[in-house]
């Protein structure tokens, strides 16, 4: 039961409308077993702010039925007593974690026409390097030499053409294919994560997650604090096949999580094209299948640079917006990719107010950022 019936005590935080509306959806992010259906549904009933009061408030049979059962609404209310929500938001903000809401416009623009948009994006490192042509490497945790080799070799050769090398970090195929990307030092490295991104998971690849962030950017729809979980892994995937121009199946068993980031990858009509292997290796049954079933093979990078319409390395594509300046980049990175107001830049950047008040309204016109209220938002290069 919610609230006083419980013997609890709600933290007291900022008025609504003084914190920003990914301040509250960081909180709905943070309660057990809140994924992506659960989300959705709860932001189908009201705002993430009002649905978080509901929480505080008396009995709500329609939280209920989002919850599925009622321990589970218990315990979300048992959670939304104690958890200081001006804390939480303030830790993302600490760790360099920036946070878009749907619809907002620091949202990447390749998830926000999604079937399955994240209700909010977390990001650690430059979301902006999510454009032009993108290929997602994926594979078995337990793949051969010869699976990782190869999916090295096509990080590597993918990034230097310019194309984001997109995976999910974990062991096996998806660390070779963005180990290779970073040695290439071309296209940045795109990661989609199932976990907060102060919890590395697999731990033996915490340096990899270092240079991906420092050269790239890190991606997931996990709070700071949040497990890898085994629901989380399969929405990840979703996110990986989103984000994704075409598809490479380096090394998959029959099942498992590669063959699930095909079929989201269908879904979304994308290409996916399959590495063949050995034919008495285990670790290539998948990728004989999806060949089967009338996938291209991928002998190489050129093979994926054909399905991307690409006769070779292309130029990353410029930004169309004016520059900044001087003054508009120091507010620029004062900014950040979190909502602020023009008192955090002053503070920030060193700037007199009139200096960021001109600053805001000329990169607002040229489209750098969007202002809504006392609210000042980046805004990511136009598609």
Same mark, same amino acid.
């Given at each position: 039961?919610? !609230? ?56 709500? /049979? ?36 920036? &946070? ?11 998830? $926000?026409?999604?079937?399955?948009? /994240? ?9 902006? *390097? ?28 993918? #990034? $230097? ?13 998806? #660390? ?17 994560? !199932? ?27 996990? /709070? ?9 892994? /399969? ?26 980031? &095909? ?8 290409? *996916? ?10 670790? $290539? ?68 107010? $009139?200096?960021?008040?001109?600053? &805001? ?23």
């Amino acid at each position: 039961m919610p !609230g006083d019936q419980m013997g609890l005590t709600a933290v007291p935080v900022e008025d609504a409308e003084e914190l920003p509306v990914e301040a509250w959806l960081v909180a709905l992010a943070s309660l057990p077993a809140v994924g992506p259906a659960r989300m959705r549904a709860l932001l189908a009933l009201d705002g993430p702010a009002e649905i978080w009061a509901r929480l505080l408030g008396p009995l709500s /049979p329609e939280l209920v039925q989002v919850a599925g059962k009622r321990d589970r609404y218990e315990q979300w209310c048992r959670n939304a007593a104690v958890l200081d929500v001006v804390g939480l938001w303030s830790r993302h903000r600490e760790h360099g974690v920036g &946070v878009a809401a749907l619809g907002a416009p620091g949202y990447l623009p390749a998830l $926000s026409d999604d079937l399955d948009p /994240p209700a909010v994006v977390f990001h650690k490192g430059d979301p902006e *390097v999510v454009r032009g042509p993108r290929v997602a490497i994926v594979g078995t945790r337990r793949c051969t030499r010869y699976g990782s080799d190869i999916a090295f070799e096509l990080g590597h050769d993918l #990034a $230097s053409a310019g194309v984001g090398v997109v995976s999910g970090l974990a062991l096996g195929i998806d #660390a070779a294919a963005h180990a290779g990307a970073l040695e290439a030092r071309g296209a940045p490295p795109i990661a989609v994560v !199932g976990n907060g991104m102060d919890r590395v998971y697999p731990e033996r690849n915490r340096a990899l997650w270092r240079a991906v962030a420092d050269q790239g950017v890190l991606l997931g729809e996990a /709070p700071l604090g949040a497990p890898p979980e085994r629901w989380r892994f /399969p929405a990840r995937n979703r996110i990986i096949a989103a984000l994704a121009d075409v598809l490479v199946v380096v090394e998959s068993h029959a099942s498992g999580g590669a063959m699930h980031t &095909v079929a989201e990858a269908a879904a979304r009509d994308r290409t *996916v094209l399959a590495v063949p292997g050995p034919v008495r290796s285990s670790a $290539s049954d998948g990728c004989f299948e999806l060949l089967a079933d009338g996938c291209a093979p991928c002998r190489g990078a050129d093979d994926v640079l054909l399905a991307l319409g690409m006769s070779g390395a292309e130029a990353k594509p410029l930004d169309p917006r004016p520059s900044p300046g001087i003054i508009g980049q120091q507010v620029l990175d004062a900014l950040g990719w979190q909502p602020a107001d023009a008192e955090q830049i002053r503070v920030r950047s060193g700037l007199d107010m $009139s200096q960021v008040a001109g600053a &805001v309204e000329e990169l607002r016109a040229a489209g750098w950022v969007a202002v809504s209220g006392r609210w000042i938002e980046r805004v990511g290069i136009p598609r």
